[in-house]
């Protein structure tokens, strides 16, 4: 086994791992109940951390030990044992034309244009991918660490300008409160006026901003130096830079940057809850709030252990200080370790993982067909292609055996090379057999394979005596990209089959057939909700304008998915929108429809609706609560800056945190 292949075991092994402990992590804290909420901070941090170091440390020790639980797989097997040639089975009888169109089907475009490897008699070691995908991601995940190194760089270069703090009172604070927490090591303490949040840099310095040694009050200024004390204390700064760099290096893992989002979470309640314990709740929390004034508009360039640079939990943190919310009781540190060991090692046991085992070389043996059709190599025969099997013919009586074995394997073996349309014009013949059945799998079969010329035999297959040949053929003709005509399909408009009337209004809508629009707005008045709903979906993706009559009779049709459809559809039509028709909308019963209608006023930033907007913050409904927030931060309007001064004190969490990030980011323009 080479470097790639075992670089390959490992990463997949990795992948498996981390999602297996990021994704129970997030589970677990999202619906542990009150069992996950007594874990509190200090829970979170090592649970965070397990799950984020965790995979590394597993794939490496499973790897390393060749630790096979049961699940684990190979990325490529050795060949099966070799047999002698024997003749294809010959498929025949009319009880097994309809299976052997499916399974016809089933070998999907794959095989279609191009030279399947059986065709050509040879096994080749099928490591091309493997090395391809190892190299195209140890280039990736090399960029991605060099570009977060470069935005490091950036940091320092803006920080250049730092100076030592030695006079005033923060050198003496900051001794008081090292000598108290126990930290003998020395900490520097530097200023800078080019950053707007004090931050904690490496493992001894704490940077402050210039403002901090003249616009804020002596408990103030201790309160903060408390909070980046507790960083360094915690060693937040070196945790967050392996987090990013495990989310740059390892990319393909979408939980990691979950997981570091969490953690610096996580390290910025434990640093208020060390900090609020030597300076106070109060001062801590005024602290915050002035420091997020000085924040500018474009933050650190790269995620760093800081009092305020996360302002989306600046909201949520001043509440926590401010309401005394008590510290979690998480666990000792002996017997956190413990545990996060123990479940490592059960990873280790059981999670299944990856081997990288080679295929040995077999060029030029040719392949013979075993006894189900299937291709087995033969190195006693000379190399030539072999030749598979023919489509069941209708004339044959019935073969119980062959049956079976189709049955059995599900598929047949790919039957055209490249240039060969064999197949496909055989599946076009059995569109007109006696049997529905077998013209309902022939369409369903053209479809997967999608081969043009089965366009216009489809086409007609629309006027099918049966219902669900139609619904077959018009299904088949959505996977071909282009060559379909929309007039046959706009005709499925006036069917009496509900379900074929709104797959068919659904194709147009997708082949963007302007020319249908007419028909579409015609069929937003169908008895059937569904159509409806579908018909304005389609005009949605059209875009004409020419629809905007009929999809804004939509927004007070009786069923409210409709209606909700119809809002949407009035974001993409970009035309005049009543205000009266958002502003009943904002007062519907149906709490997705209200959300559709915020979001239109918001993009269209309707200020006639303003106070119906403000009255939606006291909405039942949650969501609704925060669209409608969301959308009084885009309304050019005196009202919603005051709805928004006095949301910052909101009972909703979201509410309030929009209201801060809105001022927030106001004061930095």
Known sequence: ?????????????????????????????????????????????????????????????????????????????????????????????????????????????????????????????????????????????????????????????????????????????????????????????????????????????????????????????????????????????????????IERAFFFQPLNRLARRRLQQSAEYLADEWAAGRSGRVPLARCLVKVAEWIQASPLSVPVAGMAEERSELSARVSRLLDGAAPGRGLPGWAGGLVAAGCLALVVAFAPGAAGLALPEAAGDELAWDARGAPVASPESEPGPAAPPDLPTVAAEPDEASSAALHQSGDLPATRAAGDTTVVRALIARLKDEDAGVRRAAADALGRIADPIAIPDLVRALEDEDPEVRQAALHSLSHFERGVPAAPIRKLLESDDAELRGTAAEMLGEMRSRESVPALAALVRDPDANVRQQAIEALAEIADPAAAPAVTAALTDADPEVRHSAFHAMEHLKVEVPPAAV?????????????????????????????????LLQDANGNVRQTAAEALTEMPSEAARTALRGAITHKDPKVRRIAVEYFGEEEDQ
Not at 60 to 80: D, E, I, K, M, N
Not at 583 to 611: C, K, T
């Open 1 to 245: 086994m080479n470097v790639l292949d075992a670089t390959a075991a490992w990463l997949l092994t990795y992948a498996r791992h981390s999602t297996l402990l990021l994704g129970a992590a997030w589970l677990f804290l999202r619906l542990g109940g009150t069992t996950a909420r007594r874990l509190g901070p200090g829970g979170n941090d090592l649970l965070w951390k397990t799950a984020l170091v965790g995979g590394l440390v597993t794939a490496s020790v499973q790897t390393a030990l060749g630790v096979r639980p049961a699940g684990s797989f190979a990325l490529a097997a050795p060949p099966p044992a070799v047999q002698a040639p024997v003749t294809p089975p010959s498929y025949a009888g009319e009880a097994t034309v309809e299976r052997a169109v499916e399974a016809v089907g089933q070998s999907d475009s794959r095989t279609v244009g191009q030279t399947d490897r059986r065709a050509v008699g040879q096994v080749r070691e099928p490591v091309s991918t493997t090395k391809v995908l190892v190299i195209a991601w140890g280039a990736l995940s090399l960029l991605l660490v060099t570009w977060y190194a470069g935005r490091r760089l950036i940091l320092v270069g803006r920080l250049g300008d730092r100076r030592v703090v030695s006079e005033g009172p923060l050198p003496g604070l900051l001794t008081e409160l090292r000598r108290q927490a126990g930290v003998r090591r020395t900490i520097r303490l530097t200023a800078s006026a080019t950053i707007s949040s004090p931050v904690a840099l490496g493992a001894d310095e704490i940077c402050l901003p210039a403002a901090a040694l003249v616009e804020l009050e002596p408990e103030q200024q201790r309160a903060m130096l408390a909070h980046e004390l507790a960083h360094l204390v915690r060693r937040d700064p070196q945790w967050l830079g392996l987090a990013c760099l």
């Open 583 to 615: 502003s009943r909308g904002l007062g519907d019963q149906s709490a997705d429809v209200r959300v559709a209608a915020v979001e239109l006023a918001s993009e269209r930033r309707m200020v006639d609706v303003v106070p119906d907007l403000v009255r």
